[in-house]
Protein backbone atom coordinates (compact mmCIF):
# COMPACT_ATOMS: atom_id res chain seq x y z
CA UNK A 1 0.00 0.00 0.00
CA UNK A 2 1.20 3.12 -1.04
CA UNK A 3 0.03 6.40 1.65
CA UNK A 4 0.14 9.92 0.89
CA UNK A 5 -0.08 12.43 4.08
CA UNK A 6 -2.20 15.66 2.98
CA UNK A 7 -3.65 19.01 5.23
CA UNK A 8 -0.66 20.43 6.92
CA UNK A 9 -0.16 24.22 7.19
CA UNK A 10 0.29 26.81 9.91
CA UNK A 11 -2.23 28.25 12.28
CA UNK A 12 -2.36 30.03 15.74
CA UNK A 13 -2.05 28.37 18.67
CA UNK A 14 -5.89 27.13 19.90
CA UNK A 15 -6.16 26.78 15.97
CA UNK A 16 -7.38 23.18 13.90
CA UNK A 17 -6.31 21.28 11.14
CA UNK A 18 -7.43 17.74 9.54
CA UNK A 19 -4.81 15.79 8.26
CA UNK A 20 -5.27 13.35 5.40
CA UNK A 21 -3.42 9.82 4.51
CA UNK A 22 -5.13 8.41 1.66
CA UNK A 23 -3.55 5.29 0.63
CA UNK A 24 -3.66 3.32 -2.83
CA UNK A 25 -4.47 -0.29 -3.02
CA UNK A 26 -7.65 -2.58 -2.82
CA UNK A 27 -6.45 -3.91 0.96
CA UNK A 28 -6.54 -0.39 2.31
CA UNK A 29 -9.11 -2.14 5.06
CA UNK A 30 -6.23 -4.91 6.20
CA UNK A 31 -3.85 -2.19 7.30
CA UNK A 32 -3.91 -0.41 11.01
CA UNK A 33 -2.75 3.31 9.94
CA UNK A 34 -0.48 5.35 12.83
CA UNK A 35 0.08 8.55 12.87
CA UNK A 36 4.02 9.71 13.71
CA UNK A 37 5.08 13.35 14.17
CA UNK A 38 9.20 14.33 13.42
CA UNK A 39 10.94 17.31 14.69
CA UNK A 40 14.39 18.51 13.74
CA UNK A 41 16.86 16.78 15.92
CA UNK A 42 14.62 14.57 17.49
CA UNK A 43 13.49 10.73 17.18
CA UNK A 44 9.85 10.23 15.40
CA UNK A 45 6.89 10.19 18.12
CA UNK A 46 3.70 8.08 18.11
CA UNK A 47 0.21 10.19 17.89
CA UNK A 48 -2.22 8.22 17.57
CA UNK A 49 -3.14 4.61 15.97
CA UNK A 50 -6.73 3.66 14.41
CA UNK A 51 -7.15 0.14 14.02
CA UNK A 52 -8.18 -1.93 10.97
CA UNK A 53 -11.80 -1.78 11.42
CA UNK A 54 -11.58 1.94 13.28
CA UNK A 55 -12.96 0.83 16.48
CA UNK A 56 -10.04 0.89 18.03
CA UNK A 57 -8.23 4.20 18.61
CA UNK A 58 -5.03 4.91 20.78
CA UNK A 59 -3.01 7.91 21.26
CA UNK A 60 -0.07 9.72 23.07
CA UNK A 61 -0.86 11.13 26.59
CA UNK A 62 0.07 14.22 24.49
CA UNK A 63 -2.37 14.68 22.24
CA UNK A 64 -5.09 12.39 24.23
CA UNK A 65 -7.89 14.62 24.54
CA UNK A 66 -7.35 16.79 21.19
CA UNK A 67 -6.74 14.90 18.30
CA UNK A 68 -8.82 12.75 17.19
CA UNK A 69 -8.01 9.79 14.03
CA UNK A 70 -10.77 8.12 12.21
CA UNK A 71 -11.11 6.32 8.56
CA UNK A 72 -12.89 5.90 6.07
CA UNK A 73 -12.54 2.69 4.15
CA UNK A 74 -14.71 3.39 1.47
CA UNK A 75 -12.41 6.27 0.29
CA UNK A 76 -9.10 4.72 1.70
CA UNK A 77 -8.22 7.40 4.29
CA UNK A 78 -7.63 7.75 7.20
CA UNK A 79 -7.66 11.42 9.05
CA UNK A 80 -6.44 13.03 12.26
CA UNK A 81 -8.24 15.79 13.48
CA UNK A 82 -6.08 18.30 15.49
CA UNK A 83 -7.51 21.09 18.01
CA UNK A 84 -6.61 23.13 20.53
CA UNK A 85 -3.11 23.10 18.50
CA UNK A 86 0.11 24.41 21.02
CA UNK A 87 3.54 25.23 19.08
CA UNK A 88 4.79 22.17 20.71
CA UNK A 89 2.54 20.34 17.66
CA UNK A 90 4.64 21.81 15.27
CA UNK A 91 6.57 19.04 13.36
CA UNK A 92 6.29 16.76 9.88
CA UNK A 93 3.28 14.66 10.26
CA UNK A 94 3.53 10.94 8.59
CA UNK A 95 1.43 8.18 8.43
CA UNK A 96 2.38 4.28 8.49
CA UNK A 97 0.65 1.32 7.29
CA UNK A 98 0.73 -1.98 9.57
CA UNK A 99 -0.07 -5.51 8.48
CA UNK A 100 -1.50 -5.66 12.01
CA UNK A 101 -5.43 -5.13 13.32
CA UNK A 102 -4.08 -2.35 15.46
CA UNK A 103 -1.21 -0.75 14.22
CA UNK A 104 2.15 0.22 16.34
CA UNK A 105 2.54 3.26 19.16
CA UNK A 106 6.60 2.96 18.35
CA UNK A 107 8.76 3.29 15.18
CA UNK A 108 10.62 0.26 16.86
CA UNK A 109 8.08 -2.32 14.83
CA UNK A 110 8.29 -1.51 11.20
CA UNK A 111 5.57 -0.73 9.14
CA UNK A 112 4.50 -2.09 5.75
CA UNK A 113 4.57 1.70 4.24
CA UNK A 114 5.51 5.08 5.17
CA UNK A 115 3.96 8.20 3.44
CA UNK A 116 5.51 11.39 2.84
CA UNK A 117 5.35 13.85 5.76
CA UNK A 118 3.37 17.09 5.93
CA UNK A 119 4.36 19.74 7.48
CA UNK A 120 2.10 21.66 10.85
CA UNK A 121 3.52 25.06 12.04
CA UNK A 122 2.16 25.83 15.46
CA UNK A 123 2.65 29.97 16.18
CA UNK A 124 2.28 31.46 19.56
Known amino acids: VQLQASGGGSVQTGGSLKLSCKAS????????ISWFRQTPGKEREFVAA????????RYSDSVKGRFTTSRDNAENTVYLQMNSLKPEDTAVYYC??????????????????WGKGTQVTVSS
Open 96 to 113: AAYWTVTGATSTSDDPDS
Open 50 to 57: VSRGGTVR
Open 25 to 32: GRTFSSYA
